[in-house]
């Protein structure tokens, strides 16, 4: 077996300390693998098995045997197999990668690992949602965990956040309450990972401070296409700190090198049944075929002086720096190129810890980290079992380790020699501290005076600018999605108090979504009660560009993924020469057709089938191209699934091409020709057609046939 049966008391891998970090941490990963090609089955205890078919009985139609060690030891190691699973975020993917800074970033922070654009630091990213159990779809309506953690060589660094840049709740006391909310109700365990339900909305309806959020989550950020095609935030305010211990506030950004695009609601629910796995499956084929993410880091910087210059709190987390004030500063790229060798070893044991930080990065008062920066820990001794869930491979730092911890269970390291206690004169006192100006932590030295209380700043007082602002910088089509998802959720609330209440919340925010959002419930618009002199005296006054997903979008349809329908009779070559035009393009194109093999085309050339009509729905795909030949058209026709396919693709807003002797198909679906997205071969010429669907593609969705469905307003 490749596995290194004595752990190393010294640092690992001490022999690889030319190599890079990042050839290190695999280095490291790859000591721990089993891989079982060309072994002998054997027991945990090494033993080899003659017979892993029959249990030991007595006679071939007798009892089982309680002698028999090795069904034992089978059945009682499959019996253990299920850890409880993250009490938030149990759903999600994850990869490897590496992070790379742009320039020196020592003016603000001493972290070793924000300093050389040459090196290259090793990074595990898991992203995930948040409601629902492990195996609840991807696609539902909810934020999504955006943790990374970096294997620096002063230690983990994990920065773990959301792709929404602020939180419910304000108060880390609260948190149970919000996810107790959220959760399937206790009583019968409904509905799985979906806010629209009673106590979701009777908690937030009582507590306007989770309104700026909820008004993100019921947006199109609830439902990306990808998590690859998402931003990430720390939402909470951290610190920077140089050498010379100067301290800069500091708020975190991911933006991905895609862009940020989103599912449609009807789109979201569909995937849930057709393919549960979407996100995660896209984020593996994606690393698996070189597609590899990227995304940028950002932050936004304010110096220590300046924390109280805005009208809202920075140790506020339901509170974003809107990007007009302070401007994010790009400082280095994220680039995720392996997938993990195993889900349970990596992506399951992996435990982030908003508290593990390098020198050079500290933390603010946000009462709500404060609170984060407890639970993390503590969540890992259940989920992991125990206080040595650092030692697990995935958890542990790359770089020279040692202390004075001992025991507890599934202890790995074998450590040697009498002491592990400080100050001892037996091994001359080490393992020892580092001063601060040779790397050892300090914290910032941040002056405190104050009483001891239970009471929330009044600067945490607002609860609506912010949510109008994120209304107001939203796009047409947005805002449609914004009050279609409340509309959906709160027809589904049972109780008729819980929405009248929240259409109260809803008015603070802005009338024309309160408004809309009675009507669909059948009640009366609200009038705004509470808060409207910040609403419009404050930010919430403005729009800030940066908050619509639709804003800044690279014009790319890398990685998209588009959908050739044919059948026998294809009219090969219009085919061929649209999927080269797409792929150089960076675009993924696959046959779909009502059989696997071979499609027999127009003048007997053939044409192999990548997946039939009903193993790949329409909602799996960024657009769809109608392959032409009269009688490839017509058994499309004729078939109930391409039809379907069609309808779904145009009531998505998505891109189609259509052969030139297609009509008679995109008819029987429904299809406008001369609807925005429909691109019809033959009106220009062929790299014309080529160009005008790649553009339709870039464009991501085609909003005006969407907006149409449902009415926004009476
Ligand atoms: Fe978490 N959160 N959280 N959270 N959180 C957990 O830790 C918690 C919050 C976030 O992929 C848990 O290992 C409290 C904000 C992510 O493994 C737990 C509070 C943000 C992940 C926990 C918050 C997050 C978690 C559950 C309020 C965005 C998944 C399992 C004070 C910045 C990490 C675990 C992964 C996971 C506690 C609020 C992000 C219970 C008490 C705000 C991405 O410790």
């Known amino acids: 077996m490749a596995r290194k049966n004595q752990p190393n008391p010294k640092p690992r891998n001490v022999k690889l300390a030319n190599s890079t970090n990042e050839t290190k941490k695999i280095a490291s990963l790859a000591d721990d693998r089993v891989d079982a090609a060309n072994q002998s089955l054997r027991t945990n205890q090494g033993l080899r098995v003659g017979d892993d078919q029959n249990s030991l009985r007595a006679g071939s139609r007798g009892p089982g045997l309680l002698e028999d060690f ?22 999600g993917a994850a990869a490897h990668g590496y992070f790379q800074v742009y320039k020196p970033m020592a003016k603000y922070t ?13 990074v595990f990213a898991r992203f995930s949602t948040v409601a629902g159990s492990r195996g609840s779809a991807d696609t539902v309506r909810d934020a999504r965990g955006f943790a990374v953690k970096f294997f620096t060589e ?9 792709n929404i840049p602020v ?26 990972a979906a806010s629209a339900h009673d106590t979701f909305w009777d908690f937030v309806s009582l ?54 695009h989103s599912l449609v609601w009807d789109e979201a629910q569909k995937i849930g049944g057709k393919d549960p796995d979407f996100n995660r499956r896209d984020l593996w084929e994606a690393i698996d ?60 044991q992996v435990a982030f810890h908003p508290g593990h930080v390098v020198p050079g990065i500290d933390f603010s008062n946000d009462p709500l980290l404060q609170g984060r920066l407890f639970s993390y820990t503590d969540t890992q001794l259940t989920r992991l079992g125990g206080p040595n869930f650092h030692e697990i491979p995935i958890n542990r730092a790359i770089c020279p380790f040692a202390n004075n911890q001992r025991d507890g269970m599934h202890r790995h390291i074998i450590n040697p020699g009498r002491t592990s206690y400080e100050p001892n004169s037996l091994e001359a006192g080490w393992p020892k501290e580092t001063h601060p100006e040779d790397g050892g932590f300090a914290s910032y030295p941040e002056p405190m005076s104050g009483q001891k209380i239970r009471t929330r700043s009044e600067t945490f007082g607002d609860h609506f600018s912010q949510a109008t602002l994120f209304w107001n910088s939203q796009s047409q089509p947005e805002k449609e999605h914004i009050v279609s998802a409340f509309q959906f959720e709160l027809a589904k609330v049972e109780t008729p108090a819980i929405r ?97 093999g071979s499609l027999t085309g127009e003048a007997n050339k053939a044409l192999p089938v990548d997946f039939t009509i009903v193993t790949m729905p329409s909602v799996v795909f960024d657009a769809v191209f109608v392959a032409g030949g009269r009688r490839s058209i017509a058994t499309l026709a004729a078939s ?44 220009t010429p062929a790299t014309a057609f080529e160009r005008d669907f790649i553009s339709a593609i870039a464009q991501h969705r085609h909003w005006t046939r969407i907006a149409k469905n449902p009415p926004m307003v009476p």
Request: overall charge neutral; proline content about 6%.
């Open 70 to 91: 090795i069904l034992r030891e089978k059945i009682t190691h499959f019996d253990h197999e299920r850890i409880p699973e993250r009490v938030v975020h149990a759903r």
């Open 110 to 122: 001493k972290a070793h690992f924000l300093q050389n654009p040459a090196a290259r630091t090793p």
């Open 154 to 162: 002063e230690g983990n660094y994990d920065l773990v956040g959301n």
């Open 167 to 192: 939180f419910f709740i304000q108060d880390a006391i609260k948190f149970p309450d919000f996810v107790h909310a959220v959760k399937p109700e206790p009583h019968n365990e409904m509905p799985q």
């Open 207 to 260: 507590v306007p401070e989770t309104t700026h959020m909820v008004m993100w989550v019921m947006s199109d950020r609830g439902i990306p296409r990808s998590v690859r095609m998402m931003e990430g935030f720390g939402v909470n305010t951290f610190r920077l700190v140089n050498a010379k211990g100067v301290s800069h506030f500091v708020k975190f950004h991911w933006k991905p090198l895609l862009g940020k």
């Open 289 to 348: 075929s070189g597609a590899y993410p990227e995304f940028e880091l950002g932050v936004q910087l304010v110096a220590e002086g300046d924390e109280r210059k805005f009208d809202f709190d920075i140790l506020d987390a339901t509170k974003l720096i809107p990007e007009e004030l302070v401007p994010v500063q790009l400082i280095g790229k994220m680039v995720l190129n392996r997938n993990p060798d195993n889900f349970f070893a990596e992506t399951e």
């Open 500 to 596: 009248v209440r929240m259409l109260g919340n809803l008015a603070n925010v802005h009338r024309d979504l309160a408004t809309a959002v009675a009507f669909a419930l059948g009640l009366p618009a609200p009038a705004t009660t509470e808060n409207k002199k910040n609403a419009t005296a404050k930010a919430g006054g403005k729009a800030s560009a940066a908050l619509s997903l639709l804003s800044s979008n690279p014009v790319t349809i890398a990685t998209r993924k588009v959908a050739m329908l044919a059948a026998d009779g294809v009219d090969v070559a219009l085919v061929q020469k649209t999927k080269k035009a797409l792929q150089a393009e960076g675009a993924e194109a696959k046959i779909l057709a009502p059989h696997l």
């Open 640 to 683: 109930g699934d391409a039809i379907e396919f069609l309808r779904d693709a145009y009531k998505h807003g998505k891109a189609i091409a259509c052969a030139a002797d297609g009509a008679e198909l995109l008819k029987a679906a429904g299809v406008d020709p001369s609807a925005p997205g429909v691109v019809i071969a033959g009106k």
